[in-house]
């Protein structure tokens, strides 16, 4: 073997294990806000009842709506020039920040004026809405530095944040649910307003990588350019995701959306699993020359994401028709046929979100969008059609549809513009295997025995 042909073995394994790693690091780091969802789920729920644990949602819903529309895929579109070196990046964070600073005021405004609508006279929820009206500013803020981290690949860094920020937001939670003081406003400014600690804790991160020297490509930073184009996916996305949540209360009851609220916490815990993947994939794909091992990468990512999501569906629902009465009360027990429906959703579309990610990475996040204004079509005529009737059934039924939808486009755009084949987005292969073994030992500080030996 050349030595030419030997360094570019070692460069395509050294590739292959730093993704690896970016995956674990990404994963554990999602994997905190479940797992202490878990933990404050059912003190939300027990402390604040069927109709207080509705009236939270409703009353984060339109800010949480807002935040993900009104951003103009501005963050992503940081991530992506980021995650490229592309010149001029690093001045393009400042540009972010004033971007995102004028949107976060429209959108603050949006949600104050929306108050009196979405609440349908419930003083309560317009409350609610109005202090998270004062919150979207700051939360735009907040997405910047999450896309220098995102765009560098500082997953360890950002997961041990994470880690700290959940664990206060927790404490918290318990000690006012102790004090039997936790009503849905001081739920609401804890559950928001903690997670923006991150932002400060990431400046001197920030400050460094705008100060540091990285090689450039030749791409021009174009935020708006590539934003404006991947906005319209992510408003779909919205739509599949939170319309349900913003239109339960004036088409259906607080009482509804608290036990979806419910069964979405413990049903979309599998989807913060493939959505830390699915941005892995996205800045690792940004950063490559995407060759023919960049798709088989991208394939196997979507396959073990897949894999992992169904599994954690599996488990969940296994345990979900004790659980819910045990923790959260016997008045959520009609969540648990809900949840279900969510975790099929999930595990479903788990291929497609990573295959959109791939899809956003290479350039075409119009192809995305695509897919996900379909998907988003689907739900909202579904959403409308059975909520009155059926409920929080009813959006289930709709996101698990527009979930299917949506992630098989962005397959098949994948097979038509970059000849990926279609199969190879599900199921698993001896070389999946390979790679979970080759991570664990890496991780563990154990040797790979098969690599040495060979």
Not at 61 to 70: D, I, Y
Not at 443 to 451: D, R, S
Request: positive net charge; proline residues 4%.
């Amino acid at each position: 073997m050349s030595a030419q042909m030997l360094r570019r073995k070692n460069t395509d394994t050294a590739q292959e294990k730093n993704h690896g790693s970016r995956i674990f690091y990404a994963v554990a780091g999602s994997a905190i806000t479940p797992l202490m969802s878990l933990a404050t789920a059912p003190i939300l729920a027990q402390s604040l009842g069927v109709m207080g644990r509705g009236e939270l949602a409703a009353g984060m819903a339109p800010m949480l709506f807002a935040v993900a529309v009104g951003a103009l895929g501005i963050p992503e579109a940081l991530t992506f020039y980021v995650a490229k070196q592309a010149r001029g990046a690093r001045r393009a964070v400042r540009r972010a920040f004033w971007i995102l600073t004028l949107l976060g005021t429209a959108a603050a405004a949006l949600v104050a004026v929306s108050a009196s609508l979405l609440s349908d006279g419930n003083a309560e929820i317009e409350q609610l809405i109005f202090v998270t009206a004062v919150l979207t500013i700051p939360t735009f803020w907040a997405s910047v530095p999450n896309s220098v981290l995102a765009g560098n690949h500082a997953w360890k860094l950002s997961a041990r944040i994470d880690l700290g920020l959940s664990a206060l937001r927790l404490l918290v939670l318990s000690v006012l649910a102790m004090a039997n003081i936790l009503t849905p406003l001081a739920a609401t400014i804890v559950m928001l307003g903690l997670p923006l600690l991150k932002g400060f804790l990431t400046l001197p991160y920030l400050v460094a990588y705008r100060r540091g020297w990285r090689n450039a490509t030749a791409a021009r930073v174009r935020l708006f350019n590539y934003g404006s184009r991947l906005w319209v996916g992510s408003l779909a996305g919205v739509v599949l995701l939170r319309l349900d949540q913003l239109l339960m209360v004036p088409f259906g009851n607080a009482a509804q959306l608290g036990l979806y609220s419910v069964a979405v916490s413990l049903g979309e815990i599998p989807a913060l699993l493939s959505g830390a993947v699915r941005n892995v994939a996205f800045s690792s794909d940004a950063e490559s020359s995407h060759q023919a091992k960049d798709r088989e990468r991208l394939q196997q990512t979507a396959r073990l994401t897949a894999a992992a999501t169904v599994l954690a569906g599996i488990g969940i629902g296994v345990v979900l028709p004790w659980a819910i009465p045990l923790f959260f009360g016997a008045a959520f027990s009609a969540a648990v046929p809900v949840c279900w429906v969510i975790l099929a959703g999930v595990a479903l579309g788990t291929p497609g979100s990573v295959a959109g990610a791939g899809l956003s990475a290479r350039g075409r996040p119009g192809l995305r969008s695509i897919g996900m204004v379909l998907g988003a079509l689907l739900n909202t005529a579904i959403l409308l059609a059975t909520v009155s009737a059926l409920g929080a059934m009813g959006a289930a039924l709709a996101t698990l549809a527009g979930s299917i939808v949506a992630g098989t486009m962005n397959i098949v755009w994948l097979r038509v513009h970059f000849g990926m084949a279609m199969r190879d987005f599900y199921g698993l292969r001896r070389v999946d295997f390979q790679l979970v073994r080759n991570t664990i030992l890496k991780l563990t500080g154990k040797k790979n025995v098969h690599a040495v030996s060979s």
